[in-house]
């Protein structure tokens, strides 16, 4: 969950990451966004670092993530539905010009950037 400046961008926001093979859920709702997602365990640092630096990361004014045992919750991730299907993640990241690709992450499944198994 988190806040933007103004309802523009948090909608902006959820749009932009909505598409991303590890989002469950994502919408706005005036300048608030909530988000659900279900990432592999190496992947948690990728929702902390959006808590510790939301402005960064989303363009958010603030974020607080929780990370809820036993939730029943579906991705594309999550129901083995991923694949590469080209150079740029569906949020517009670029993971080869990213500084955390090969070092800290495998990259987007969906693109063929992608280094994981």
Known sequence: MGE???????????KTYRPCP?????????RRVVGVFTLPADRRWWLEWV???PQE???LDWAKVAFPEGMAASSAWARGE??????????EADCPDC????DKCEGCPVTVHYAGG
């Open 99 to 102: 500084r955390w690709y090969r």
């Open 82 to 91: 991923v694949r590469s299907e080209g150079a740029q993640a569906p949020c």
């Open 4 to 14: 933007a400046r103004t309802a523009e961008e948090a909608a902006a926001v959820a």
């Open 22 to 30: 590890y989002c469950v859920f994502y919408e706005s709702a005036g």
């Open 51 to 53: 808590e510790e630096s």
């Open 57 to 59: 990361t989303l363009g």
